[in-house]
């Protein structure tokens, strides 16, 4: 069986960093493209970012560029999202989901999904 579990969310200020972390298991974890997706009370999922297979390609939503940066640990079955300067508009339950030998930044495509872990930033 397929899972995904983050870790590394936490309650910060705003100018703090997190490092969110999520271990995959029951895949195999080169054969997908892992992305990060975040959702706020009352409002839709939203992409935040993906990286490919091997860490070839990375991309971000205009919302987080510069301040998040995501990698991948092939050797460990992990995908990192390093969250740098928070706002407060970043609090949301953060997911990592899993894409089929994908590139996608649609939360339709990805196959396989976390439980979230809760960011809160305060002002």
């Known amino acids: 069986q397929v899972q995904l579990v983050e870790s590394g969310g936490g309650l910060v200020q705003a100018g703090d960093s997190l490092r969110l972390s999520c271990v995959v298991s029951?895949?195999?974890?080169?054969?997908?493209?892992m992305g990060w997706f975040r959702q706020a009370p009352g409002k839709e999922r939203e992409f935040v970012s993906f990286?490919?297979?091997?860490?070839?390609?990375?991309v971000y939503a205009d919302s987080v560029k510069g301040r998040f940066t995501v990698s991948r640990d092939n050797a460990r079955n992990r995908v990192y999202l390093q969250m740098n300067n928070l706002k407060p508009e970043d609090t949301a339950v953060y997911y990592c989901a899993a894409d089929w030998r994908g590139l996608a930044t649609l939360r339709e495509e990805y196959d396989y999904w976390g439980q979230g872990t809760q960011v809160t930033v305060s002002s």
């Open positions: 029951g895949l195999t974890f080169t054969s997908y493209t």
């Open positions: 990286i490919s297979w091997n860490g070839g390609s990375t």
